[in-house]
């Protein structure tokens, strides 16, 4: 139980193109999910918390209007990159909790996002 | 504010050998304590977790953990590593918020 899946687990684009990635919780209701960023070799740094319905909190120093979080459903939120640059690239990971039992985040396999 | 230290950046243990990974933190209350490993390119798992009550934690893949309030830790241990537990550990905690500080991390390499 409590998995979590990522789509695309790779993508490559163009700078200055958008690209979205799914986060999805397979078989539970995720009430908050997670967005993290994490360069080589180093460790997780969240990015944003979303609350399905609601506006996502971004952390400091994370460009909201860049970053699009949409939390629409459940098992469902998207992190879209907009305008992306070759400084985005990065492996982006994403996180959820299950609604009732918010103590622990189930994680994502993760996106490697490669900006050309 | 909370703080996840893993003193040690890297480490090398041989196959069968014991492991223990530190993880020390700062915060106020008794935290929600978590380790997590994350094999190359993969996202974390969770190998076991600390809310309250027995100190000593079982986890999976044989790991356990230690929560010892006086030093501020919560090392992870496992008597016998095998070559698959190559990877890079994380430990974390949450504050009253659900909100995660996860430490540097700390590289395994297992030599034969």
């Known amino acids: 139980g409590a998995v979590v899946s990522q789509h695309p687990s790779w993508v490559i684009c163009k700078s200055g193109t958008s690209v979205k990635i799914e986060c999805r919780s397979l078989?539970?209701?995720?009430?908050?999910m997670f967005w993290y960023r994490q360069f080589p070799k180093q460790s997780l740094m969240l990015m944003a918390t979303s609350n399905e319905g609601s506006k996502a909190t971004y952390e400091q120093g994370v460009e909201k209007d860049k970053f699009l979080i949409n939390h629409a459903s459940l098992t469902l939120s998207t992190l879209t990159v907009t305008s992306a640059h070759p400084e985005d690239s990065s492996f982006y990971i994403c996180?959820?909790?299950?609604?009732?039992?918010?103590?622990?985040?189930?994680f994502g396999p993760g996106t490697r996002l490669t900006v050309l | 504010a909370q703080s996840v230290t893993q003193p040690d950046i890297h480490i090398t243990v041989s196959e069968g050998a014991s492991l223990e990974l530190r993880c020390n933190y700062s915060?106020?209350?008794?935290?929600?304590l978590f380790w997590y490993v994350q094999s190359p390119g993969q996202g974390l798992q969770l190998l076991l977790k600390y809310f309250s009550g027995d100190t000593l934690v079982q986890g999976i893949k044989g790991f356990e953990a230690e929560f010892k309030r006086s030093q501020s830790s919560f090392n992870l241990r496992k008597p016998s590593v095998h070559w698959s537990d190559a990877a890079e550990y994380f430990c974390a905690s949450t504050d009253s918020w659900g909100k995660f500080q996860f430490g540097a991390g700390t590289q395994v390499v297992v030599t034969p």
């Open positions: 078989d539970f209701q995720a009430t908050t």
């Open positions: 996180s959820a909790t299950e609604a009732g039992a918010t103590d622990t985040q189930y």
């Open positions: 915060y106020g209350a008794t935290p929600y």
